[in-house]
């Protein structure tokens, strides 16, 4: 029997590298897995990527099997235009898409709510080593859509709320993986993570947002410059995660003017918009 889900990546409302609490909403563009029961081993394969680190999507499907009580062979394979280690939480989306995969190519795709199935994801990247605090904040937003906020320190969900915005992306050149993120650098900056999960409990995302990105980017040693170039047509814009793609949300017109800006830069554009429905199995 074939599995197959797709889980959508996320941008940073609040980093959780300095405090353990995030915040994460989840957008239009999607990392999808096929699981199949073949073979002895479990064996991961990333579609266009051969080299990639495949680690994580083979701990998700075992993390899947263990809590069934399953052994067996498994091939899985992802495939998706979001970069990976580009700060959109592509190894969330996989993580999440993979469990998801793997609990229908077992024919059990009800044996867990979707926040269990997150919180599978998660263990699993905690084993892959590809996360510093887990990351329950971007794999909780990509498997419910909307926006979460969480405490990472206990895979808590502490809110979760939908959000209607037009959303613009960029993407630079090159990579940051989170894991290599400078943390000590990070819980520095801990009392102004503190002002942004206050607004962001309070539901001023936006705000929340660009204050974390006025702060982490600096932290992360990134720059603040494509966020000056954002404001002040954007309602909020943010370094993503660990960098180095940043987010800008607003209505649509806005979104269209951060692009044109954004456009000039290296590297590429998105132009997406929020996502509220969550992981799904296809
Ligand atoms: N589409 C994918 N398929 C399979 N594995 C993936 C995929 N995307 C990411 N990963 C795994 O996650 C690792 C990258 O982790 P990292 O957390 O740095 O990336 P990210 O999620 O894009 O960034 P961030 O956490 O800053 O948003 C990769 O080395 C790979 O092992
Ligand atoms: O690896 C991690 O623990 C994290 C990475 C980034 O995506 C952050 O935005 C997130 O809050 C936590």
């Not at 990333?46 to 062979?73: F, K, M, S, W, Y």
């Not at 320190?153 to 709320?161: E, I, M």
Request: charged share 20%.
């Amino acid at each position: 029997m074939d599995g197959r889900a797709r889980a959508p990546a996320a941008g940073t409302v609040l980093n959780a590298l300095a405090t353990g609490y995030g915040s994460a909403f989840a957008i239009e563009e999607y990392v999808t897995a096929e699981v199949t029961l073949e073979g002895e081993t479990v064996h991961g394969e990333i579609a266009g990527h051969p080299e990639a680190d495949t680690t994580l999507i083979e701990a998700a499907a075992r993390a899947v099997q263990a809590e069934l009580g399953e052994t067996g062979g498994l091939r899985i394979r992802t495939e998706s235009d979001v970069p990976m280690a580009g700060g959109l939480k592509s190894s969330s989306a996989a993580a999440n898409a993979t469990v998801l995969a793997t609990l229908s190519a077992l024919g059990q795709a009800d044996a867990m709510d979707r926040e269990a199935a997150a919180r599978l994801g998660v263990e699993a990247a905690r084993e892959a080593g590809v996360t510093v605090t887990g990351a329950f904040d971007d794999a909780s937003a990509s498997m419910l859509g909307g926006l979460t906020i969480t405490d990472n320190t206990a895979d808590q969900l502490l809110d979760r709320d939908t959000v209607e915005w037009a959303v613009a992306v960029w993407i630079p050149p090159e990579q940051a993986f989170s894991a290599d993120a400078d943390v000590d650098r990070c819980q520095r900056i801990a009392p102004v993570a503190e002002v942004v999960r206050d607004l962001a409990e309070g539901g001023q995302y936006a705000t929340a947002m660009t204050i974390n990105g006025l702060a982490f980017a600096p932290a992360l040693q990134q720059s603040t410059e494509p966020m000056i170039e954002a404001l002040p047509e954007a309602d909020g814009v943010s370094l993503s995660g660990t960098g180095p793609s940043y987010v800008a949300v607003g209505d649509e017109s806005a979104i269209e003017t951060v692009l044109d800006r954004w456009g000039k830069r290296d590297g590429r554009t998105i132009r997406t918009r929020t996502q509220n429905t969550g992981a799904i199995i296809e």
